[in-house]
Nanobody
Framework: QVQLVESGGGLVQPGGSLRLSCAASGIIFRSYVMAWYRQAPGQQRELVAGITNIGTTNYEDSVKGRFTISRDNAKSTVYLQMNSLKAEDTADYYC?????????WGQGTQVTVSS
């Protein structure tokens, strides 16, 4: 059974930091491209950052320079370090695993940026 379990969300003040984690099980983690998506209320889910199995990364323009995605293949975990958070970063954040044969989603973790 495949599971992607996110953690690390919460309430943070503008300018603060959070680190999200996504622990995967039931998949050969190193064979998947991993990504973080987010969905704000009333909006479509959007890609925030992705990382290939060899560590190549890409970021949505609004988070470049503030967010960092990384992965630890030995721990089957992907991370999203979020710094200089803004109110517009408020959303549910979802972990995604994809390869040519399958795609999986986590259940999401809520991030709220507010004073």
């Amino acid at each position: 059974q495949v599971q992607l379990v996110e953690s690390g969300g919460g309430l943070v003040q503008p300018g603060g930091s959070l680190r999200l984690s996504c622990a995967a099980s039931g998949i050969i983690f190193r064979s998947y491209v991993m990504a973080w998506y987010r969905q704000a209320p009333g909006q479509q889910r959007e890609l925030v950052a992705g990382i290939t199995n060899i560590g190549t990364t890409n970021y949505e323009d609004s988070v470049k320079g503030r967010f960092t995605i990384s992965r630890d293949n030995a721990k089957s975990t992907v991370y999203l370090q979020m710094n200089s958070l803004k109110a517009e970063d408020t959303a549910d954040y979802y972990c995604n695993a994809v390869n040519p044969r399958a795609q999986y989603w986590g259940q999401g973790t809520q991030v709220t940026v507010s004073s």
